[in-house]
């Protein structure tokens, strides 16, 4: 019923940038907070930033000053800035979407995207 569409991903070495997308299709009615999260081998996953529905923002500490997430209601597509990129941020980048949909309004549920390799090197 909902599909998102991750994109951005890559290679890059440090002190690079990547832009991150997610696009979330289907029968949405409305879009609450979303957000992105990475997993790295053999460790927990882990938040790297949200914005809600108002535009407020919420960051990891490791990633303060360096990422900005934004997003764009119409298209309900959300948006990682990522810049002065560091080895330890390698992981797998996951998009994740809280909507509501047509067919079940009254419930708010949470979409994850299919994770997006980003590779830091050193």
């Known amino acids: 019923q909902v599909e998102l569409v991750e994109s951005g991903g890559g290679l890059v070495q440090a002190g690079g940038s990547l832009r991150l997308s997610c696009a979330a299709s289907g029968s949405i009615s409305t879009v609450h907070a979303m957000g992105w999260y990475r997993q790295a081998p053999g460790k927990q996953r882990e938040l790297v930033a949200a914005?809600?529905?108002?535009?407020?923002?919420n960051y990891a500490d490791s990633v303060k000053g360096r990422f900005t997430i934004s997003r764009d209601n119409g298209k309900n597509t959300v948006f990682l800035q990522m810049n002065s990129l560091k080895p330890e941020d390698t992981a797998l980048y996951y998009c994740?979407?809280?909507?509501?949909?047509?067919?079940?309004?009254?419930?708010?549920?949470?979409?994850w995207g299919q994770g997006t390799q980003v590779t830091v090197s050193s």
């Open positions: 994740n979407v809280n909507a509501r949909l047509y067919t079940s309004p009254n419930r708010l549920q949470a979409y």
């Open positions: 914005i809600f529905s108002g535009g407020t923002t």
